[in-house]
T-cell receptor
Framework: GENVEQHPSTLSVQEGDSAVIKCTYS??????FPWYKQELGKRPQLIID?????GEKKDQRIAVTLNKTAKHFSLHITETQPEDSAVYFC???????????FGPGTRLSVLP | DTEVTQTPKHLVMGMTNKKSLKCEQH?????MYWYKQKAKKPPELMFV???????INESVPSRFSPECPNSSLLNLHLHALQPEDSALYLC??????????????FGEGSRLTVL
């Protein structure tokens, strides 16, 4: 089955700096890669996703890149703000999103 | 309405009790999920219902019994649980079978404590 690794497990950045979180996956059949943000005590919420026919996707301050050959994908957050502080989970799975595996998570702290 | 509603928000039960967790969505989604999340861990998939039929069971112990009465409702029946089953139980829904709609919409979760 799919195995997703995520690094770093914790990340602290100064407000305004960029943050990068990296994930690797094992199953070459995976073709859907979402990123979820979970604030303390809240539900996970999708912030961006990418499919295998695309190498990069951007939404305002958030971007995701995918390297299918190397089986890794990354989340980039620019101009970080305190409200970006949360746990971020990457995931990998099939195109229908019914069975994807989450990475272990990265706790991002944005320091004012 | 983009909400997935879960009840109860908190549940404390003994190991001999029988209880149920409930989940409801009115987004017309035809896939519904139960996830288990322990503290500081990612959500772990337990069950998936697609078009009201159980499509995925991730080898979950039989003390957890899912039920999907209709396309809007999902229940998780609990019986003879163990203390290690204490966790946040998240319900989610999505639109299956369409390549552009993989997003999971999560509920706020039911926090379960087994004494």
């Amino acid at each position: 089955g799919e195995n997703v690794e995520q690094h770093p497990s914790t990340l602290s950045v100064q407000e305004g700096d960029s943050a990068v979180i990296k994930c690797t996956y094992s199953d070459s059949a995976s073709n859907y890669f979402p990123w979820y943000k979970q604030e303390l005590g809240k539900r996970p919420q999708l912030i961006i996703d990418i499919r295998s026919n695309v190498g990069e996707k951007k939404d305002q301050r958030i971007a995701v890149t995918l390297n299918k050959t190397a089986k890794h994908f990354s989340l980039h957050i620019t101009e970080t703000q305190p409200e970006d502080s949360a746990v971020y989970f990457c995931a990998a799975g099939d195109n229908y999103g019914q069975n994807f595996v989450f990475g272990p998570g990265t706790r991002l702290s944005v320091l004012p | 309405d983009t909400e997935v509603t879960q009840t109860p928000k908190h549940l404390v039960m003994g190991m001999t009790n029988k209880k149920s967790l409930k989940c409801e969505q009115h987004m017309g989604h035809r896939a519904m999920y139960w996830y288990k999340q322990k503290a500081k861990k990612p959500p772990e998939l337990m069950f998936v219902y697609s078009y009201e039929k159980l499509s995925i069971n991730e080898s979950v112990p039989s003390r957890f019994s899912p039920e999907c009465p209709n396309s809007s409702l999902l229940n998780l029946h609990l019986h003879a649980l163990q203390p290690e089953d204490s966790a946040l139980y998240l319900c989610a829904s999505s639109q299956p079978g369409r390549a552009l709609d993989g997003e999971l919409f999560f509920g706020e979760g039911s926090r379960l404590t087994v004494l």
